[in-house]
């Protein structure tokens, strides 16, 4: 673990540190990422593209990081495939210009902004509790079905309105909306998904090797559990004899 957790800082280190493009140089470096986030697997990004959002995730915190002018702010992020939702509250319709402008500036790899913030007093710690609640129950849900993979819709939740990000076909988004909705507390659900129009080819291939696995194996003990019930119908015939 320790090893896993020093080679995590050693590939975050060098994205903070990299003067160029926040893609991380060469093969080696996502192959490095891979194999510490399992997840990369059921991922519909790759892996260069999930690296590559969470190095714009950490650019947006450093750029609001000390701005007198959001200092009263309460502000969240989620990325997806470079498009940033911010959400979250700002004292002044000036504070939320000036934001938009400040994030658009700074942070050149951003090929969307979705601006969800609002004008109103930074919420308390009870009700940013009540939210991480409200995200915490919809993971829990998408875990229990199998329209699509966890992995597959990203979560947020803000004053209550849940946020849903992803690469979904249009059954998955509408499922994953359902699910979302019945999370206790939560206002609304706005989707900003990225729409297929079908299934990755690759994800269908693996999905089919699976359930071909599975079947094999479920002939295979089948055919076990009756091979051992041959064998005891066998052994109490040889009993009888015996005892005859």
């Not at 903070?16 to 990004?45: E, Y």
């Not at 710690?125 to 199998?146: A, C, G, H, P, W």
């Not at 990000?165 to 939560?186: C, D, F, I, L």
């Amino acid at each position: 673990m320790k090893k896993l957790i020093f080679l995590l800082a050693l590939l975050i280190t060098s994205l903070l540190l990299s003067s160029c493009s926040p893609i991380v140089q060469g093969a080696t470096a996502v192959s490095a990422f891979a194999s510490i986030n399992p997840s990369v697997s059921h991922d519909r990004r790759t892996a260069g593209e999930i690296i590559d959002d969470k190095t714009l995730y950490m650019q947006l915190g450093s750029i609001i990081q000390d701005d007198q002018m959001l200092e009263s702010a309460h502000l969240k992020f989620m990325v997806y495939n470079d498009a940033v939702l911010v959400a979250g509250e700002v004292p002044s319709e000036e504070a939320k210009d000036y934001l938009a402008k400040h994030l658009k500036q700074n942070a050149p790899t951003m090929k969307q902004l979705i601006n969800e913030v609002a004008v109103m007093p930074a919420i308390g710690y009870f009700s940013r509790s009540k939210d991480n609640i409200i995200t915490l129950q919809i993971e829990t849900l998408f875990q229990n079905q199998e329209v699509f993979h966890p992995i597959h819709v990203k979560v947020m939740t803000e004053r209550q309105i849940v946020y849903l990000m992803g690469s979904v076909t249009k059954r998955e988004a509408e499922h994953a909306t359902n699910q979302a909705a019945k999370a206790k507390n939560v206002a609304k659900v706005v989707k900003l998904f990225n729409y297929l129009t079908s299934r990755p080819a690759d994800e269908i291939k693996k999905e089919n090797q699976k359930k071909a696995e599975a079947e094999r194996k479920a002939v295979l003990e089948a055919k076990k559990a009756e091979l051992e019930a041959a064998q005891k119908e066998v052994q109490k015939q040889l009993d009888e004899l015996y005892t005859n």
